[in-house]
């Protein structure tokens, strides 16, 4: 049972998503991360980096005793090799694709959106620069990955843990007011994705409704959780 500790945001959903694909046997270990559940040292010995989500094998890959994966897209990686390659490409090709995609999900397009939650959903209002910064690269990400899909039914061609990568991130963009209408070719992939069982399955759990909100509320304790001297010092601990 591959204990996977959680919140339902984007990068949470890949792996939720991932493992109802594949039908592993799983538990989800849910963090109030408004309440900083994630800044302690014991949290810290799993992921280093004290960010969700990170999973624990006790069976892992090689055997030997459990093992900790954390950053979304290796734990993807991690969860195809445990079951042969599921969800990669054997193609050389497609497989080179796969991976093409899943970096530029995890270097661009996930990180460009998430500053852009940022800057419209959390910081103090009325700061245009940052605003026009990552809204501007936010649609110019959805611009490319528009493009890649009408020439190509998933991004390697075959449905691959690059599609679990980057759809929840597209589907966040609702969110701050980005319409997938002015995205044909992603919308047509994201509606035949969100058709899929295992996709309904692994989104089950959903965010608390504050953090769902277009313009979650939050108290001074839960903003330094997040964001300021409590996330920084946390490391300390
Ligand atoms: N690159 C990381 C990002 C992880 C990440 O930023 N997780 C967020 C939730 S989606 C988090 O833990 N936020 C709490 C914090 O930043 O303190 C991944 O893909 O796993």
Known sequence: MIDVHFVPTPNGHKVSIMLA????????????????????PEFRRINPNA????????????????FAVFESGAILLYLSEKTGGALMPRDPRRRSMA???????????GPMHGQAHHFVRYAP????YPVTRYMNEARRLLGVLD??????????????????????????????????????HAERWFDAI?????????????????????????????WSNLFGDNMLRSGER
């Open 21 to 40: 694909e594949l039908d592993l046997p799983h538990r989800l270990i849910g963090y109030d991360m408004l309440g900083g559940a994630h800044l302690t």
């Open 51 to 66: 960010k969700l989500p990170a999973i624990v094998d006790p069976e892992p890959i090689g055997g030997g005793a459990p």
């Open 99 to 109: 991976q093409q995609w899943l970096m530029w999900q995890m270097a661009g397009f």
């Open 125 to 128: 209002e009325g700061q245009t």
């Open 147 to 184: 493009r890649r899909l009408a020439e190509a039914e998933y991004l390697a061609e075959d449905y691959s843990l690059a599609d679990i990568a980057v759809w929840p991130w597209a589907r966040a963009a609702r969110v701050i007011d980005i319409d997938l209408a002015d995205y044909p």
């Open 194 to 222: 969100a058709a899929r069982p295992a996709v309904e399955r692994g989104t089950g759990v959903r965010n608390a409704p504050n953090l769902a909100s277009a313009r979650p509320v939050l108290t001074a304790e839960q």
